[in-house]
Structure formats: C-alpha cells, structure tokens
C-alpha cells in the first residue's frame, strides 16, 4: 500500500514569506507527527495529533508555527514569515493505535529560506 | 519526560568489520526502546524494538540491540556490516504510560560510515 507521502519534495523562500507543507499519511492511521530535522542535527518534534484528541503542540518553537489535520487524512504545517532559521528538513509519521512505537516516515519536505 | 544520548555523532568502520553504536536514556518511567534507521535522501524506517521479554531484540538487516535496565542502555550491534549499512541510525524512547498514541523522543543521531 502507499506509504506516507510529503509535498513539495523541496521548497526555497525568501525570508518574510509564508510557506505550507502537506502531508499525507498511511489510510487508517489514526496518529500524525511532524518532526524538523536540521542539518547535523536529530529529530526535533515539532506537534503530534490523535485521532479526534486535542493536538500535542508542545514542540513548536514559536507562534509562527501552526498546523492542522482534516479529520484523520491530511495535514498542514504552516509557517508564517520566515526566517533563515526556518530551512531545515521537515519530516511527517503517522502510525497505528495497534503497533507500539512503531512511526512510519515520510521523505521530508526540505525547506530553504533565502 | 525521557531523553536519549547518543554519544557519537559518527562512527566510521570498514566493511566486515562489526560496529557497536550506543544510546542511553533517561526516564522517570518503564519504557520501549527504538532504532531508527535513515538511508541517504530517505525518511526513517525501524530497524528494530524492545517492548518486553528477552532484552536482545533483533532487527532486520541483522542488526541486534540489547537493552540493559541497570545501564539504562540499548545499544546497537552488528558482527559484520556491509557498504549499504551506510546511514545515519536515531535511538528513541517512548514511555510505557504514555496517554496515548506513540510519541518518541529521538537522539541526535549516529552517522555509521561504511568504507571498503
């Protein structure tokens, strides 16, 4: 079956501007993550939704940062103006209620702030 | 909360030879353990979990993990590695009596660089 998918692959901006990032999950995954990855750097959790639960928003680094999922399908990561600081690699995962611990990625959306 | 270390950020080996990548955690609860691997220019995908039972856990592309409670330990293994081994490895944690769903806390990572 289709595995998580992100869009755009790349996307470059100049600072000041907004930028939107998609991510489509794994059908019948009930949880979506998404995580920014600098260069050299981990994971950085960034929100995480569950189901119909009130989204866990507690690693987005400032009010710039928003996002939203439709139901249990879709989801958007906006950033409002940009910053240099912004570019990094922005990845998603969605999983299962059924498999513990067990995140499916997808390839990440690189975002460059000129 | 949990935290992961893990210490080196890169471990160059030849190939054949075996490697030992390390993560140690912190936590205030029980937890499950993760490997995360990420091939160049991909996402991540598991490589392998601890949950219960036996603490030497295997993966796939024969790679093993031993978690260690006294040590707060999991560390990675492998007897033999081979050029496509080269990528970047994240431990993670998860604690048991997380509320719901499977949010894990990552390390920064260990680059394993494979060379001939």
């Known amino acids: 079956g289709a595995g998580v998918s992100q869009s755009p692959s790349n996307k470059v901006t100049e600072k000041g501007k907004d930028v939107e990032l998609r991510c489509d999950p794994i059908s019948g995954h009930t949880a979506l993550y998404w995580y920014r990855q600098r260069l050299g750097q981990g994971l950085e959790f960034l929100i995480y939704f569950q189901g119909n639960s009130a989204p866990d928003k507690s690693g987005l680094p400032s009010d710039r940062f928003s996002a939203e999922r439709t139901g249990e399908s879709v989801s958007t990561l906006t950033i409002q103006r940009t910053q240099q600081e912004d570019s990094a690699v922005y990845l998603c995962?969605?999983?299962?209620?059924?498999?513990?611990?067990?995140?499916?990625f997808g390839p990440g959306t690189r975002l460059t702030v000129t | 909360a949990q935290s992961v270390t893990q210490l080196d950020s890169q471990v160059p080996v030849f190939e054949e030879a075996p490697v030992e990548l390390r993560c140690n955690y912190s936590?205030?609860?029980?937890?499950?353990l993760f490997w995360y691997v990420q091939y160049p220019n991909q996402g991540l995908q598991l490589l392998l979990k601890?949950?219960?039972?036996?603490?030497l856990v295997k993966g796939i592309n024969g790679f093993e993990a031993e978690f260690n409670k006294s040590q707060t330990s999991f560390h990675l293994r492998k007897p033999s590695v081979h050029i496509s081994d080269t990528a970047e490895y994240f431990c993670a944690v998860r604690g048991r009596l997380t509320g719901g769903g499977n949010k894990l806390t990552f390390g920064t990572g260990t680059q394993l660089k494979v060379e001939l």
């Open positions: 601890y949950l219960s039972g036996s603490t």
């Open positions: 995962a969605s999983s299962s209620t059924g498999q513990v611990g067990e995140q499916y």
């Open positions: 936590s205030s609860v029980s937890v499950y």
